[in-house]
Every structure is written in structure tokens, then in C-alpha cells.
């Protein structure tokens, strides 16, 4: 990277397509960031369901399915309980067979799991815990307790307590982060939640019965390291949530906060640049929001984006050039979607789209954010977006 100069390269945006059929509401089936594409880019991995300005609840079951890009339809492959707007059931298309396997959240036999879909022969096998990560060959995962989720962020989490949420314990030292091995279906536990406090300790929090709980992990490039955020809440509210950034290495060794101060650089949103390079959303020096970029453990931090972004959902292409951001509603309303050239810092405005105020209520657990995700050959953008007045997943051609 060299932001100080350099040719400024953009590629030119050629079509938005919306990818879906109107009929139901859909969204893309996991978190901004993660490939929803199949390596041929032949199909996206979807849900559909018929709820539209609600939290779903365990009895809201959607459908999981795939749009096929070359015939233009959705085919239904399986139902999911465990789902939510932000996250969908965090689905991903796994490494060791790209083209035709996901894996994604659910509810079985009264806790949550991950299942493993062949969708061409539409075989499955469980896996023991739901996924916040998968690894890039697909041989790992990282899990969360997603019953505390539901507690403290329910956009975030999923109904039905599939495990004890320990909600009257503020720092477990039984729960945290997990590894899972999804070839052996093995899990081990390899950070508790009492680990991080004695770290980082606490912030100043108005309450004493505040829970501590991890959210958005996301392993680097060659699955050596992961990303995570502890977060802070006092119980039964919405507000006072405080946030540090951290990365462990996959053994569960080297545990390590992101910023100096951790409690007020804070975080919010992140990706992995390279292997040992990553951007954070977080306050610089505790002040300015924005995107920090760093390598770990060496505080080389810079901000991103001349200043333009306070927070969003940054991702990079998977060739390093290009970031994508995306921001909130402005007061019309309106959300943009960005290209930062990574070498040079240029930004490029690429679209807006209307958010129908139905949908971006104040604290909305179903409100629509843009979300971008790369397609394998860095020629789509897909983003989720309710402009005409629906949740449907649109894509953006990009020509080089």
C-alpha cells in the first residue's frame, strides 16, 4: 500500500441487477464480508421468508437456498430456526468443496448446531456447535453461545436457548470462544469470557450487573489467527455498550487487544487485509471514528478513506486492491456504497440506495443494512437493500 501516491484505478460500474424474484423477502444467508458465492460464482447462498418488520422467533423457520445466476432462480434447498437479520444463519460455502457444500446454523434436539449440506446431492451431516467463522479451507470454525447473544444484542442472537446463556454470571470462566474441527465434529473451548477481563479488565459501566459476551470473529487469511470482539452491556437495555477489539491465535495462545486502550478505541467493524494486517472501525487515539488499519502486535496504525467514513462495513476484494464500504440512513434516509483504492486512498462512490424508514427505525432489530460482499473474481458487489420498499439482494457488475 502506498497512500501518499500511485496511479488512482478504479473498475467501472457497469449494472445493478436485482438478483431475486419479489415474491418473499430475501437476504443474503450470512454476515457482510463473508463469500456467499460457490467458486464458480453459478449460485448464491440465500434466505427467503415472509416476515418483514419483526425480530423472528424460533416458530419463524426460513428457507435456505441458493440462487442460481444462470437459469435466474431461487431453488430451495432446507428450512433453518436459527436466523436473523443481520446474520442470516451464518451460512458459508465450505473450502474443501467450494462449488457444493454450505454450512450453516440451526436448531436440533433442543440446542443449536451447524449443518453441512451437499446441495447437489442434498446430504447432510451435523456438526456439534453453530458457526461465527469458518476457516478459508474449511476445516475449522469458530462458535459463540449464542443463547447470551440473544440476551444482550437480539438482532444479533437466536431464539430458542439452545444453551445456557449463564445470565446471571457477568464473566464466565466456562464459556467464550470455541474451536470446532469439522472434519472430526469435535469442539474445545480456548478463551472464556473470564480471560478477556483479566486482560483488559472493565469499563466504567453504570451498572454492576453488566455481562461481558464476544461477538464477530472472523479468522485471517491462513486460519493461524482470529479476530473478536468482547463487548460490555448492562442488562436489559440497549444502551452503555462498550467494546473492545482483540485477536488469539487458533490454539487459543497469544491473546492480544488490537489498540492500546482497548475500552476506548473501542471497535465495531473489521476485516483481515492480509495475514497480519487488519482493519478495524474504532475510535483513533479514542477520538475520531473510522477505519484503522494495523499490523498486530506492531501499532502501526493509519487511518483509511481520507476521513470520509465514521463506521461501516468494510471488506476487502480478495486481491487487496479495493475495500468496499458501505454507510448508515443519512438523515433522507439514503445509503452509500464505496470503493477505496487501497493504494492510493481514493474514493470512489459507487451507489445509493433508499432505506424506507419501515425498515431503519431507531435500535430496528430488522432494519437493512447494505452489507457488501465480493463475488471470488472481484467482478460483483452483493448488497441486501429494501429501496423498493422489500428485502431483496441486488448485484453490482464491476468491470476492470
Same mark, same amino acid.
Not at 464458480?40 to 445466476?69: F, H, N, R, W
Not at 435466474?72 to 434447498?77: Q, Y
Not at 458459508?92 to 436448531?107: E, M, R, V
Given at each position: 500500500?502506498n497512500?501518499?501516491?500511485?496511479?488512482?484505478?478504479?473498475?467501472?460500474?457497469?449494472?445493478?441487477?436485482?438478483?431475486?424474484?419479489?415474491?418473499?423477502?430475501?437476504?443474503?444467508?450470512?454476515?457482510y464480508?463473508?463469500?456467499?458465492?460457490?467458486?464458480s460464482?453459478?449460485?448464491?447462498?440465500?434466505?427467503?421468508t415472509?416476515?418483514?418488520?419483526?425480530?423472528?422467533?424460533?416458530? +419463524?423457520?426460513?428457507t435456505?437456498?441458493?440462487?442460481?445466476?444462470?437459469?435466474?432462480?431461487?431453488?430451495?434447498?432446507?428450512q433453518?430456526?436459527?436466523?436473523?437479520?443481520?446474520?442470516?444463519?451464518?451460512?458459508?460455502?465450505?473450502?474443501?468443496?467450494?462449488?457444493?457444500?454450505?454450512?450453516?446454523?440451526?436448531?436440533m434436539?433442543?440446542?443449536?448446531?451447524?449443518?453441512?449440506?451437499?446441495?447437489?446431492?442434498?446430504? +447432510?451431516?451435523?456438526?456439534?456447535?453453530?458457526?461465527?467463522?469458518?476457516?478459508?479451507?474449511?476445516t475449522?470454525?469458530?462458535?459463540?453461545?449464542?443463547?447470551?447473544?440473544?440476551?444482550?444484542?437480539?438482532?444479533?442472537?437466536?431464539d430458542?436457548?439452545? +444453551?445456557?446463556?449463564?445470565? !446471571?454470571?457477568?464473566?464466565?470462566?466456562?464459556?467464550?470462544?470455541?474451536?470446532?474441527?469439522? +472434519?472430526?465434529?469435535?469442539?474445545?473451548?480456548?478463551?472464556?469470557?473470564?480471560?478477556? !477481563?483479566?486482560?483488559?479488565?472493565?469499563?466504567?459501566?453504570?451498572?454492576?450487573?453488566?455481562?461481558?459476551?464476544?461477538?464477530h470473529?472472523?479468522?485471517n487469511?491462513?486460519?493461524?489467527?482470529?479476530?473478536?470482539?468482547?463487548?460490555?452491556?448492562?442488562?436489559?437495555?440497549?444502551?452503555?455498550?462498550?467494546t473492545?477489539?482483540?485477536?488469539?491465535?487458533?490454539?487459543?495462545?497469544?491473546?492480544?487487544?488490537?489498540?492500546?486502550?482497548?475500552?476506548?478505541?473501542?471497535?465495531?467493524? =473489521?476485516?483481515?487485509?492480509?495475514?497480519?494486517?487488519?482493519?478495524?472501525?474504532?475510535?483513533?487515539?479514542?477520538?475520531?471514528?473510522?477505519?484503522?488499519i494495523?499490523?498486530?502486535?506492531?501499532?502501526? =496504525?493509519?487511518?483509511?478513506?481520507?476521513?470520509?467514513?465514521?463506521?461501516?462495513?468494510?471488506?476487502?476484494s !480478495?486481491?487487496?486492491?479495493?475495500m468496499?464500504?458501505?454507510?448508515?440512513?443519512?438523515?433522507?434516509?439514503?445509503?452509500?456504497? =464505496?470503493?477505496?483504492?487501497m493504494?492510493?486512498?481514493?474514493?470512489?462512490?459507487?451507489?445509493?440506495?433508499?432505506?424506507p424508514?419501515?425498515?431503519?427505525?431507531?435500535?430496528s432489530?430488522?432494519?437493512?443494512?447494505?452489507?457488501?460482499?465480493?463475488?471470488?473474481?472481484?467482478?460483483?458487489?452483493?448488497?441486501?437493500?429494501?429501496?423498493?420498499?422489500?428485502?431483496?439482494v441486488?448485484?453490482i457488475?464491476?468491470?476492470?
Amino acid at each position: 500500500m502506498n497512500p501518499e501516491g500511485g496511479t488512482v484505478r478504479f473498475p467501472l460500474v457497469s449494472e445493478i441487477r436485482r438478483m431475486t424474484d419479489l415474491k418473499r423477502e430475501y437476504l443474503v444467508a450470512s454476515y457482510y464480508g463473508i463469500n456467499p458465492f460457490s467458486a464458480s460464482q453459478k449460485y448464491i447462498v440465500v434466505l427467503a421468508t415472509d416476515i418483514k418488520y419483526s425480530l423472528p422467533t424460533l416458530g +419463524e423457520a426460513a428457507t435456505i437456498g441458493i440462487i442460481d445466476t444462470e437459469a435466474g432462480k431461487f431453488v430451495p434447498l432446507a428450512q433453518t430456526r436459527t436466523w436473523n437479520f443481520q446474520e442470516g444463519c451464518m451460512a458459508h460455502w465450505l473450502g474443501t468443496a467450494p462449488d457444493s457444500q454450505i454450512i450453516f446454523n440451526d436448531f436440533m434436539d433442543g440446542g443449536y448446531v451447524a449443518r453441512v449440506l451437499d446441495i447437489r446431492t442434498v446430504k +447432510e451431516r451435523i456438526i456439534c456447535r453453530p458457526v461465527s467463522s469458518v476457516s478459508p479451507d474449511g476445516t475449522k470454525a469458530v462458535s459463540l453461545n449464542y443463547a447470551r447473544r440473544r440476551l444482550t444484542r437480539p438482532d444479533y442472537g437466536y431464539d430458542g436457548r439452545g +444453551e445456557d446463556p449463564r445470565e !446471571r454470571i457477568p464473566f464466565p470462566d466456562d464459556d467464550g470462544l470455541y474451536l470446532v474441527d469439522i +472434519e472430526k465434529n469435535t469442539s474445545r473451548l480456548i478463551l472464556t469470557i473470564a480471560e478477556v !477481563r483479566k486482560l483488559i479488565g472493565v469499563p466504567e459501566m453504570q451498572d454492576k450487573n453488566a455481562l461481558m459476551w464476544f461477538a464477530h470473529t472472523l479468522f485471517n487469511k491462513d486460519a493461524s489467527r482470529i479476530f473478536f470482539l468482547a463487548r460490555m452491556r448492562e442488562k436489559d437495555t440497549r444502551i452503555q455498550q462498550r467494546t473492545a477489539s482483540l485477536t488469539i491465535d487458533a490454539d487459543g495462545k497469544n491473546l492480544r487487544p488490537c489498540f492500546p486502550e482497548p475500552w476506548e478505541w473501542g471497535g465495531s467493524h =473489521y476485516d483481515w487485509y492480509s495475514r497480519d494486517m487488519l482493519m478495524v472501525t474504532a475510535a483513533y487515539e479514542g477520538k475520531e471514528w473510522g477505519p484503522v488499519i494495523f499490523t498486530v502486535g506492531k501499532g502501526d =496504525y493509519r487511518m483509511v478513506g481520507k476521513g470520509l467514513f465514521e463506521d461501516g462495513h468494510g471488506t476487502f476484494s !480478495r486481491d487487496g486492491r479495493y475495500m468496499a464500504m458501505d454507510t448508515y440512513p443519512d438523515g433522507t434516509g439514503m445509503q452509500g456504497l =464505496y470503493l477505496v483504492d487501497m493504494e492510493t486512498d481514493a474514493v470512489l462512490p459507487v451507489a445509493r440506495f433508499y432505506e424506507p424508514v419501515e425498515f431503519y427505525r431507531p435500535l430496528s432489530h430488522w432494519r437493512c443494512d447494505l452489507h457488501p460482499r465480493w463475488s471470488p473474481r472481484g467482478n460483483i458487489l452483493l448488497v441486501n437493500s429494501t429501496h423498493e420498499n422489500t428485502r431483496q439482494v441486488y448485484g453490482i457488475s464491476l468491470e476492470y
